[in-house]
């Protein structure tokens, strides 16, 4: 048999005669041996006795009857599976694409190899095909929506699969859809991919197609084919895709372990004030974004100033899609959420470049993932900067910027894929896209070095989608930009100061969430247990040296190695001193030290960078390993877990929260500040980036108070240079000076005016004094700036200054809600 013509139909009876017609005649000219194959669907109507009547006329057209409608995909399996064409064709009963059409398709599939031949595919997306009747707009919107699901998912490259004019060849038809289980419309997918798996052809061949009036496609099918195409891409997951991510998300888990016992009673230990900052941010811009407020500024931090949020790093990117779950169960809950699923959730996106790009085992993979993710730098930061945690988006950043490196690919598509992921990852942390850029700009000198000709082949068609990546992710960002550089609260760069560069002996050694850590030495070498930002251990560093040894003669091995190795002197600062000697050398850094964006990095973090490329060098050995001699092997295997169990990280260290005073629990704060006044309530001392315990105070009522104070990054003096916390002022200096000495000093009458004005700046309701050190010494200081007495209320000392308050003199109840 020359030809099988497959025609699946449900309730055809209006144009099932003349399409039959019209495939006799058209065969029948067309000469050879054939068949005509009916697949009556379970119809209710006449289409079952046209199709015997059309048999009846013609021997070579055959039905098939179903009791009951079990939808397209089961109709062509029953059709294909009973044909013996050479090659199959299988059509719509409304032959929206004419017969005619088939010489194109048999054209196209006899001029590919016989062992490759899968199928030539009508197709209305490609250049020359004629449409000569539109379907409804909606219709066609989507379609084209279904398309790219339908490319994204299972079959990229083939810009219309729904097509139903597709022509097999026969036994390798019969094959798949032998083996197909999908019984709906998205069956031509199923086949379509199957072929593609097989390494077989699938061209598509440009075709005449008009819309015709009847079709069988019901809005809800949209949904069932998104559900079909879900379970044809669950289907073809390897197990162990699911096993490594979720085998990340225990170990995430575990290392926040208590936390989860308690998100909204527990407090990392070793966090600072930088859970309660973070917190904030996540509850700020729930509240911006559920009352339409701008997400890029606030003044219920600062007041009056505000805080330029956009030059803060609130993670828009995360905050604002969170900002139901914040609104419902807390920002406590959120902030957790982001940071275990971040950890989980990078390491999956290294994992998964790892595979694609440097085509290793699933096994090296894991272990070279799990090290570019859980590496103690990662750890360290973990404990609660998100920004450097949630880092999913660099390993997408990475491969789609090596994809432009094919001149052959799709430069556009790739390109614009690049700016779209460029610009989420500058709304989750631009610091961390920075760094991944020093990385990759290290790895592709080195490389083009090592590869000049492959530099030569790549250079344009990289320039080219890195200009189209600027030309989508420029206008998308332009206002949040705009606002971060001169917006109000803006500022040029952030003072570190002196010494926030490794020291040489913290690349060797091991940090204190480490297996193997130490927290008395790993204190010493970090400016805090939030920064140890190398520690990768002399044992790592050893294997690692033992890996590009062994295999120096890869170009990539080299390139990484580079990479490493100056990412590492860069984070030694602009000058470092020998250890255990007097020498002091000048780094690489001085050179970028006050370049613009540079001049705010923390210098030692660019030491993350080398966390990446030490887990592809490990991956690249264990994989290596994996075809080496058993004795080798063992001896590699043995290497590595040596090298990576000292750095394994161990489950955060978590304390009880302080409870929130019942001053602002019990909201007694309302009744000594005018909220229509915009009057603020002052916590003393002032909060500051070393007290910002405020902060949880205010989340925990809401957002309903304004504070001056807090903790952010935002300018000072005349230059706007960027510093932690608010401008000092007189009164919040000398608070804090007392807080922490506990001494209260002698003041004059200028100490008081300049606390009346500071008061008047921050249009103060009430000072509130909770528990802390030093209580006795401060709350003295307090009454003598103010000259009167302060309240107990609610567990705290107040002073009630809004405008319209009472002389208080003793310790009276009267106040403005009295």
């Given at each position: 048999?020359?030809?099988?013509v497959?025609?699946?139909?449900?309730?055809?009876?209006?144009?099932l005669?003349?399409?039959l017609?019209?495939l006799?005649?058209r065969?029948?000219?067309?000469?050879?041996?054939?068949?005509?194959i009916?697949?009556?669907?379970?119809s209710?109507?006449d289409?079952?006795?046209?199709?015997?009547?059309?048999a009846?006329?013609e021997?070579?057209?055959?039905?098939?009857?179903?009791?009951?409608?079990?939808?397209?995909?089961?109709?062509?399996?029953r059709?294909?599976?009973a044909?013996?064409g050479?090659?199959?064709?299988?059509?719509d009963?409304d032959?929206?694409?004419?017969?005619?059409?088939?010489?194109?398709?048999?054209?196209e599939?006899?001029a590919?190899p016989?062992?490759?031949?899968?199928?030539?595919?009508?197709?209305?997306?490609?250049?020359?095909?004629?449409?000569?009747?539109?379907?409804?707009?909606?219709?066609e919107?989507l379609?084209r929506?279904g398309n790219c699901?339908?490319?994204?998912?299972?079959?990229?490259?083939?810009r219309?699969?729904?097509c139903?004019?597709?022509l097999?060849?026969?036994d390798r038809?019969r094959e798949?859809?032998?083996?197909?289980?999908?019984?709906?419309?998205?069956?031509?997918?199923?086949?379509?991919?199957y072929?593609?798996r097989?390494g077989?052809t699938?061209?598509?061949?440009?075709?005449?197609w008009?819309?015709?009036?009847?079709?069988?496609v019901?809005?809800?099918?949209?949904a069932k084919?998104?559900?079909?195409?879900?379970?044809?891409?669950?289907?073809?997951?390897?197990p162990?895709t699911l096993?490594?991510?979720?085998?990340?998300?225990?170990l995430?888990?575990f290392l926040?372990?208590?936390?989860?016992?308690?998100?909204?009673?527990?407090?990392?230990f070793?966090s600072?004030?930088?859970?309660?900052?973070?917190?904030?941010?996540?509850?700020?811009?729930?509240?911006?974004?559920?009352?339409?407020?701008?997400?890029l500024f606030?003044t219920?931090?600062n007041a009056?100033?505000g805080v330029?949020?956009?030059a803060?790093?609130v993670?828009?990117?995360l905050?604002v899609?969170?900002?139901?779950?914040?609104?419902l169960?807390?920002?406590?809950?959120?902030?957790?959420?982001v940071?275990?699923?971040?950890?989980?959730g990078t390491?999956?996106?290294?994992?998964?470049?790892?595979?694609?790009?440097?085509s290793?085992?699933?096994?090296a993979?894991?272990?070279?993932?799990?090290?570019?993710?859980?590496?103690?730098?990662?750890?360290?930061?973990a404990?609660?900067?998100p920004?450097?945690?949630v880092?999913?988006?660099?390993p997408?950043?990475?491969d789609?910027?090596?994809?432009l490196?094919?001149?052959d690919?799709?430069?556009?598509?790739?390109?614009?894929?690049?700016?779209?992921?460029?610009?989420y990852?500058?709304?989750?942390?631009e610091?961390?896209?920075?760094?991944?850029v020093?990385?990759m700009?290290?790895?592709?000198?080195?490389y083009?070095?090592?590869?000049?000709?492959?530099?030569?082949?790549?250079w344009?068609?990289?320039?080219?989608?890195?200009?189209?990546a600027?030309?989508?992710?420029?206008p998308l960002?332009?206002?949040?930009?705009?606002?971060?550089?001169?917006?109000?609260?803006?500022?040029?760069?952030?003072?570190?100061?002196?010494?926030?560069?490794?020291s040489?002996?913290a690349?060797?050694?091991?940090?204190?969430r480490?297996?193997?850590?130490?927290?008395?030495?790993?204190?010493r070498l970090?400016?805090n247990?939030?920064?140890q930002?190398?520690f990768y251990?002399?044992?790592?560093?050893?294997l690692v040296?033992?890996?590009v040894v062994?295999?120096?003669?890869?170009?990539?091995?080299?390139?990484?190695?580079?990479?490493?190795?100056?990412?590492?002197?860069?984070s030694?600062?602009?000058k470092?001193?020998?250890?255990m000697?007097?020498?002091?050398?000048?780094?690489?850094?001085?050179l970028?030290?006050?370049?613009?964006?540079?001049?705010?990095?923390?210098?030692?973090?660019?030491?993350m960078?080398c966390?990446p490329?030490?887990?592809?060098l490990?991956?690249?050995a264990?994989?290596?390993?994996?075809?080496?001699?058993i004795?080798?092997?063992?001896?590699?295997y043995?290497?590595?877990?040596?090298?990576?169990?000292p750095?394994?990280?161990?489950?955060f260290?978590?304390t009880?929260?302080?409870?929130?005073?019942?001053?602002?629990?019990?909201?007694?704060?309302?009744?000594?500040?005018?909220?229509?006044?915009?009057?603020?309530?002052?916590?003393?001392p002032v909060?500051?980036?070393?007290?910002?315990?405020?902060?949880?105070w205010q989340?925990s009522?809401d957002?309903?108070f304004?504070?001056?104070?807090?903790?952010?990054?935002?300018?000072?003096?005349?230059d706007?240079?960027?510093i932690?916390?608010p401008?000092?002022?007189?009164?919040?200096n000398?608070l804090?000076?007392?807080?922490?000495?506990?001494?209260?000093?002698?003041?004059?009458?200028?100490?008081?005016?300049e606390?009346?004005?500071?008061?008047?700046y921050?249009n103060?309701?009430v000072?509130?004094?909770?528990?802390?050190?030093n209580e006795?010494?401060v709350?003295?200081t307090?009454?003598?700036l103010?000259?009167?007495?302060?309240?107990?209320?609610?567990?705290a000392w107040?002073?009630?200054?809004?405008?319209?308050a009472p002389?208080?003199?003793g310790?009276?109840?009267?106040?403005?809600?009295?």
């Amino acid at each position: 048999m020359d030809l099988s013509v497959v025609v699946p139909a449900y309730n055809e009876e209006s144009r099932l005669a003349p399409t039959l017609d019209a495939l006799r005649a058209r065969l029948t000219e067309r000469g050879g041996s054939w068949e005509l194959i009916v697949v009556d669907d379970g119809s209710t109507d006449d289409t079952h006795r046209i199709a015997l009547a059309a048999a009846a006329d013609e021997p070579r057209i055959h039905v098939i009857h179903g009791e009951h409608n079990r939808g397209k995909g089961h109709a062509l399996r029953r059709g294909v599976l009973a044909s013996y064409g050479h090659r199959v064709l299988i059509t719509d009963a409304d032959l929206a694409t004419p017969i005619e059409e088939l010489d194109r398709l048999e054209k196209e599939l006899s001029a590919e190899p016989a062992e490759a031949r899968g199928a030539a595919i009508g197709s209305r997306a490609r250049p020359g095909a004629t449409i000569e009747r539109h379907q409804h707009r909606l219709r066609e919107l989507l379609g084209r929506a279904g398309n790219c699901a339908i490319r994204a998912l299972a079959v990229p490259g083939i810009r219309d699969t729904q097509c139903g004019f597709k022509l097999f060849d026969g036994d390798r038809a019969r094959e798949a859809f032998a083996v197909s289980r999908l019984d709906g419309w998205t069956i031509d997918v199923e086949i379509l991919q199957y072929l593609r798996r097989a390494g077989l052809t699938v061209t598509e061949v440009p075709v005449r197609w008009a819309h015709q009036s009847g079709s069988k496609v019901r809005p809800r099918d949209y949904a069932k084919v998104l559900g079909e195409l879900t379970l044809l891409k669950a289907r073809t997951i390897h197990p162990t895709t699911l096993l490594v991510p979720l085998l990340f998300l225990v170990l995430a888990v575990f290392l926040y372990r208590d936390r989860w016992a308690d998100p909204g009673g527990t407090y990392l230990f070793d966090s600072g004030q930088d859970q309660n900052q973070w917190e904030w941010f996540f509850k700020v811009t729930s509240d911006n974004v559920l009352h339409l407020r701008n997400p890029l500024f606030t003044t219920l931090q600062n007041a009056p100033d505000g805080v330029n949020l956009m030059a803060n790093t609130v993670m828009l990117g995360l905050s604002v899609p969170l900002a139901p779950v914040t609104a419902l169960f807390g920002p406590a809950l959120s902030l957790l959420l982001v940071m275990t699923l971040g950890l989980a959730g990078t390491a999956t996106a290294w994992y998964w470049m790892i595979r694609r790009q440097l085509s290793v085992s699933w096994p090296a993979a894991a272990v070279g993932a799990a090290l570019a993710a859980f590496a103690p730098p990662m750890i360290s930061h973990a404990n609660a900067h998100p920004n450097f945690v949630v880092l999913f988006m660099i390993p997408l950043i990475i491969d789609r910027a090596l994809r432009l490196c094919d001149p052959d690919g799709p430069v556009v598509r790739n390109g614009v894929l690049l700016g779209l992921f460029a610009t989420y990852q500058v709304l989750l942390g631009e610091e961390a896209l920075l760094l991944a850029v020093v990385g990759m700009l290290l790895f592709a000198l080195a490389y083009a070095a090592l590869r000049p000709q492959v530099a030569r082949t790549a250079w344009r068609s990289l320039l080219r989608g890195l200009g189209v990546a600027a030309a989508v992710a420029l206008p998308l960002l332009a206002v949040p930009l705009y606002w971060q550089f001169f917006g109000p609260q803006s500022y040029k760069s952030v003072l570190h100061g002196d010494g926030v560069g490794n020291s040489p002996l913290a690349l060797l050694s091991f940090a204190d969430r480490s297996l193997a850590g130490d927290r008395d030495t790993s204190a010493r070498l970090a400016i805090n247990f939030t920064e140890q930002n190398a520690f990768y251990g002399w044992p790592l560093v050893a294997l690692v040296f033992a890996i590009v040894v062994r295999l120096w003669e890869r170009a990539l091995v080299k390139a990484l190695a580079f990479t490493a190795v100056v990412a590492a002197l860069l984070s030694l600062g602009p000058k470092f001193r020998i250890p255990m000697t007097d020498v002091e050398l000048t780094g690489p850094w001085r050179l970028l030290a006050h370049q613009p964006l540079f001049e705010s990095v923390i210098e030692s973090r660019v030491a993350m960078v080398c966390a990446p490329a030490l887990g592809m060098l490990v991956a690249l050995a264990v994989d290596r390993l994996g075809t080496a001699r058993i004795s080798h092997r063992v001896v590699g295997y043995v290497a590595v877990a040596a090298a990576l169990l000292p750095i394994a990280p161990t489950p955060f260290k978590t304390t009880d929260r302080v409870p929130v005073p019942r001053f602002y629990a019990e909201g007694m704060w309302r009744s000594y500040v005018d909220e229509a006044r915009g009057e603020t309530v002052v916590p003393i001392p002032v909060p500051n980036a070393a007290n910002a315990e405020a902060l949880h105070w205010q989340t925990s009522t809401d957002l309903a108070f304004k504070l001056p104070g807090g903790y952010f990054n935002g300018p000072w003096g005349p230059d706007r240079m960027g510093i932690y916390g608010p401008v000092p002022r007189n009164t919040s200096n000398l608070l804090r000076d007392v807080a922490d000495s506990g001494k209260a000093p002698g003041l004059s009458d200028a100490w008081r005016a300049e606390a009346k004005k500071d008061l008047a700046y921050w249009n103060a309701g009430v000072l509130v004094l909770t528990p802390v050190p030093n209580e006795d010494a401060v709350r003295a200081t307090v009454e003598d700036l103010l000259g009167k007495k302060g309240k107990r209320v609610g567990g705290a000392w107040i002073w009630d200054v809004g405008e319209g308050a009472p002389s208080q003199t003793g310790n009276g109840d009267t106040h403005k809600g009295s």
